[in-house]
T-cell receptor, first 110, second 114 residues
């Protein structure tokens, strides 16, 4: 499974757009990029998953360039409740084992 | 989606004893996983619980310390054996089925060993 690298922490303010970039240089052809969010005292929760280009849902957008060696999670207009740890993971096709990296601790300030 | 119930939600145990954590899913799932999350750290995969066969353990985790059962497609247990304070962590159960579906996590079991 490809290793991922993302910033350890980020700070933002309410109403701003937050972009968290993750690098996964050794991503394989069958791999998907998936992002999870974790609040204190809770298990991780799925945010978004993509293979290439752009994916958007009601929570976030995921941008993946053509070489797929990186991806960017975009959170529009964050609120205090978006304060959490965000994990970027590479998931091999056909198998749902998830290997977590360190994650990005996002703090949203008033 | 899948709803996962973990029991107990938390426990305080004496060193040298064992604790069994239960994970119940509201639907049949192919894959079940057990993770450990130490304070302030990320999640570490312990093992994959396979239905009808022995669990598959990740490097650094062994069956004698973390025996796992998977009697059917909706239930699994993880036992933390002969506990020491270093085993104090949150233990999480997760389920998933194939590459196109998200994984779901239980709320975790917060274990403190004294």
């Amino acid at each position: 499974l490809a290793k991922t690298t993302q910033p350890i922490s980020m700070d933002s303010y309410e109403g701003q757009e937050v972009n968290i970039t993750c690098s996964h240089n050794n991503i394989a052809t069958n791999d998907y990029i998936t992002w999870y969010q974790q609040f204190p005292s809770q298990g991780p929760r799925f945010i978004i998953q993509g293979y290439k280009t752009k994916v958007t849902n009601e929570v976030a957008s995921l941008f993946i360039p053509a070489d797929r060696k990186s991806s960017t999670l975009s959170l529009p207009r964050v609120s205090l409740s978006d304060t959490a740890v965000y994990y970027c993971l590479v998931k091999s096709g056909g198998y749902n084992k998830l290997i977590f990296g360190a994650g990005t601790r996002l703090a949203v300030h008033p | 989606s899948a709803v996962i119930s973990q029991k107990p939600s938390r426990d305080i145990c004496q060193r040298g004893t064992s604790l069994t954590i239960q994970c119940q899913v509201d639907s049949q799932v192919t894959m079940m996983f057990w993770y450990r999350q130490q304070p302030g750290q990320s999640l570490t995969l312990i093992a994959t619980a396979n239905q009808g066969s022995e669990a598959t353990y990740e490097s650094g985790f062994v069956i004698d310390k973390f025996p796992i059962s998977r009697p059917n497609l909706t239930f699994s247990t993880l036992t933390v054996s002969n506990m020491s304070p270093e085993d104090s962590s949150i233990y999480l159960c997760s389920v998933g089925s194939d590459q196109n579906t998200e994984a779901f996590f239980g709320q975790g079991t917060r274990l403190t060993v004294v």
